[in-house]
């Protein structure tokens, strides 16, 4: 009959137990080791994905801020513009109404006859004056004022009123302007005519 020897097994078994158990650990470590790289990772990521937006959006605000200036000088030229475009109207509206003036200041000097006086001149409206001063008699008033209409520049004048003061007869006439009279530059040595024709009648009358 064959003896069987007798082995012991534990140590063998409680060998594989611990590397078993240190195989784990080992794993374990390696896992968490991963998971702390990725977590790494990512988070070095996502600082990178928000510093490149930061960038972003600061270039973002400075482009913004540049149009901001850019469009904040464009609107003062254009406040700029509006004001000259205001002052040069102006200016051409005081142009015309100073050769207005003068162009009337000289239709009715002409017109005027022989010791007849114009002693004030007032706009009630741009197609409106007012005309006083004072004659030698109500026949060189009335001279006047059928010498007016001739010009083609003034209308309707009536006779607002009249009184003596001492050797003279105080008159108000009131006109109106047939049209706004802006006489141009190239016009200017042809407008006496007008004038100068009412002025043939005016001595005409003074002759009847």
Excluded at 118 to 134: D, F, N, Q, R, W
């Amino acid at each position: 009959m064959i003896e069987l020897t007798k082995i012991n097994l534990l140590p063998y078994r409680e060998e594989i137990k611990q590397r078993k158990k240190q195989q784990f650990k080992v794993m374990m470590l390696a896992a968490l080791l991963a998971g702390l790289g990725l977590s790494v990772l990512a988070y070095l990521g996502i600082e990178n994905a928000v510093s490149s937006q930061q960038g972003r959006n600061s270039f973002l605000e400075s482009e913004i801020a540049k149009l901001d200036k850019d469009l904040g000088e464009i609107q003062k030229l254009q406040q700029e513009k509006e004001n000259f475009l205001a002052k040069k109207l102006k200016v051409e509206e005081l142009q015309e109404k100073r050769s207005q003036a003068a162009y009337i200041i000289d239709t009715l000097n002409v017109l005027t006859p022989d010791n007849t006086y114009l002693t004030a001149i007032e706009a009630e409206s741009p197609t409106s004056y007012k005309v006083t001063g004072h004659a030698a008699s109500d026949n060189k008033i009335a001279m006047l004022m059928r010498s007016l209409p001739s010009t083609g520049v003034f209308a309707q004048p009536e006779l607002l009123s009249i009184k003596k003061v001492d050797n003279y007869q105080e008159f108000t006439l009131k006109v109106l302007l047939t049209q706004n009279i802006t006489p141009a530059p190239a016009a200017a040595t042809a407008t006496p005519a007008a004038p100068a024709a009412a002025s043939a009648a005016a001595t005409q009358e003074q002759e009847k």
